[in-house]
């Protein structure tokens, strides 16, 4: 509290006083009593990662003796580090290609003025409403001639040819930076790549990360793509996909060893959601209200 | 070009007028081609991921084809098959409507309520907006294994609803329980709806609220009149998104019908799981009937679009846009 605000402030009359302690109390009682319910299932659920065997037959909640070797023995015979690998590659390099592809298309469409950029722009956004079931079986057709099923390939390199999501929240952005920073850099005889690179990128770092992360996440967490091409094929099965399969790579397994290695699959998202919690909200809060 | 050199001499302001135009007309010609240029990556990528497949899956809707033989034309058997004798194809549609009619409203309600508490906390805001949001950021697998644990027969639901006496469902092992105990996961995903509920509800102006006050409407008014109206634009889009996952609604479901056994088909138990992306899942990649496959994406396109279509010609109706456009 600032003095002026004090200073101006009248005094409030106990009974309004009250009231509005009242209000607050409870409104602090729903908000806690919401997040005790939002946060429950984690708490059973690093609990049971912790009990023993025989822990799991009882009812009990807590685990009495705490038993961390749980995350060690799930790699004696889940090769987490090889799904681990392939989920790093298909979201990293995925990742690369989704910003490398949509930034030059991002800044044709919203900074260089030529015939057929609005239907460009409309063609973009429907391709934005339709899910990728609509397309999947020409394309999975094509992936099988070329070979490329049981591999990374049909994952990765469709992402090097422009993402709508990416492109569409790229746009956004560059239109909100002023065309007056593009002319003085046209006068300096700068051309269009130039334009691009020095003045652009530099000065969209923030929505950059943000789309980079975004895909990054969607990559990491995607379930149905790797299932369809990869499904069949252990060597290249990502960490969503060996996860679901944990059942069938030993049958019976029990419940706390399946949720240690759910935990070890979310713990890289939420680590990366505490250091950049503001680019999501922010992000999403773009998509939403701009969308 | 060349009739311009070969017509007579003109005068030279005139000469100098067409140099200027012809050279406008290169500048502008240019300008294409770069711009072209830089859509390159998403031209190739457009036709290749997008208007090929659409339009080679339509070919094969009407082919009988498993990949390994060459397509037989079939005319409109695909879809006869599909609309007539294809139970399952109804038990999946009707699946994926319970999705749409329960989990949508569940979900836009669930958010504007938890994002007026939101609103209503000074103190705390960041952290309570953490916890809210955190459910989002599990990867779908996860949380679905997750949620097959929490909510199994002898689980810590279960645990907890014996204790109140409440009946103990079997949630994903009945089949009248199963997709309640989805709907349960995804209101604890609402995260993301939340999130673009609060920053509308931030945006609504203040005077507004003081408006309604003066002319002595009540809570319930200000909502219905003020906060409705304003957050509509929002409400639209939580709707669009929403119906589209509904089609797409596959992974928690597979994750759960798969939990209890590795052999148990696609939709567990019942086929009460079996949800119009399974079903297709299921005829062409585990079945690999191409054809019939591609039929039902194509249904699923005509319906999206229509859907996509009707949604935004009855938001003139209801959404608000500020500015008094409606």
């Keep these: 509290m600032s003095a002026a605000s004090v200073v101006t402030r009248r ?29 429950v299932p984690f708490a059973f659920i690093v609990s049971t990662a912790l009990m023993t065997n025989q822990q799991m037959g009882s009812l009990s909640i807590w685990p009495s003796p705490f038993k961390w070797s749980n995350f060690t023995d799930l790699f004696e015979f889940f090769p987490f580090w090889r799904f681990a690998w392939n989920s790093l590659l298909y979201a990293g390099l995925g990742t690369v290609g989704v910003v490398l592809s949509g930034i030059p298309v991002a800044y044709a469409l919203s900074r260089l003025r030529w015939r057929g950029r609005q239907l460009s722009f409309v063609l973009l956004l429907s391709t934005l409403m339709l899910p990728v079931q609509v397309t999947i079986v020409p394309l999975y057709i094509v992936f099988v001639r070329l070979g490329w099923i049981g591999s990374l ?54 929505a950059i990360a943000a789309v980079a992360l975004f895909n990054f996440l969607y990559c990491w967490n995607d379930f149905f793509s790797p299932l369809l091409y990869a499904g069949n094929n252990p060597d290249t099965w990502t960490l969503a996909i060996s996860l679901q399969q944990l059942t069938q790579l030993s049958r019976g397994i029990l419940a706390n060893l399946q949720m240690a290695a759910s935990i070890l699959f979310t713990l890289p998202v939420l680590v990366i959601f505490f250091f950049a919690q503001k680019v999501f909200v922010e992000g999403v809060t773009l998509t939403g209200v701009k969308g | 070009m060349a009739t311009v050199t070969v017509r007579p001499p003109a005068a030279p302001e005139k000469a100098r007028a067409t140099e200027r135009r012809r050279r406008r007309r290169r500048s502008a010609w240019r300008r294409q081609l770069v711009a072209l240029a830089f859509m390159s990556p998403w031209i190739v990528g457009f036709c290749a991921f997008y208007l090929y497949p659409i339009l080679s899956s339509l070919y094969f809707s009407f082919t009988r084809y498993d990949i390994l033989t060459d397509p037989v034309w079939v005319g409109l058997d695909n879809y006869k098959f599909m609309f007539t004798s294809d139970g399952r194809f109804w038990t999946a549609v009707g699946n994926t409507a319970w999705v749409v009619a329960v989990i949508v409203p569940l979900q836009v309600l669930v958010g504007i309520g ?23 950021m599990v990867p779908l697998v996860a949380a679905a294994l997750g949620f097959v644990f929490l909510l199994n027969p002898g689980g810590p639901v279960n ?28 209101t604890w995903m609402v995260g993301q709806t939340m999130i673009i509920f609060l920053a509308a509800l931030l945006d609504v102006p203040t005077q507004l609220y003081e408006a309604a006050d003066i002319e002595g409407a009540g809570p319930l008014q200000r909502f219905r009149h003020v906060t409705l109206p304003m957050i509509s634009p929002v409400i639209f889009f939580a709707v669009v998104i929403g119906v589209i996952n509904g089609f797409r609604y596959f992974t928690e479901a597979y994750v759960v019908s798969k939990a209890g056994d590795w052999d148990n088909p696609v939709g567990t138990p019942q086929d009460s799981l079996l949800f ?28 999206i679009m229509v859907c996509t279509l009707l949604l935004i010609r009855s938001s003139r109706r209801w959404v608000h846009y500020q500015g008094g456009f409606r």
């Design chain 2, 276 to 303: 119009y992306t399974s079903h297709l899942y299921n005829q062409g990649f585990e079945g690999f009937h191409m054809g019939y496959a591609a039929a039902l994406s194509w249904v699923m396109f005509v319906v």
């Design chain 2, 159 to 186: 645990a907890v609803l014996g204790f109140l006496h409440l009946p103990e469902p079997l949630w994903f092992r009945d089949p009248v329980w199963a997709k309640p105990g989805l709907a349960l996961m995804a």
């Design chain 1, 11 to 39: 005094p409030v009359p106990p009974a309004i006083r009250r009231r509005r302690v009242l209000m607050t109390v409870a409104n602090h009682s729903v908000a806690i009593a919401l997040s005790i319910m939002f946060l």
């Design chain 2, 114 to 136: 938890t994002a007026t508490v939101l609103t209503r906390v000074r103190r705390g805001l960041g952290f309570y907006r953490t916890v809210f949001f955190l459910p989002t």
């Design chain 1, 153 to 206: 390939k049909p994952l990765i390199i469709p992402l090097f040819f422009g993402d709508a999501f990416t492109i569409f929240l790229l746009r956004q952005f560059f239109m909100t930076i002023p065309q007056e920073l593009s002319d003085a850099a046209r006068v300096d005889g700068a051309n269009d790549l130039q334009i691009l690179l020095r003045v652009i990128v530099p000065l969209a770092k923030p």
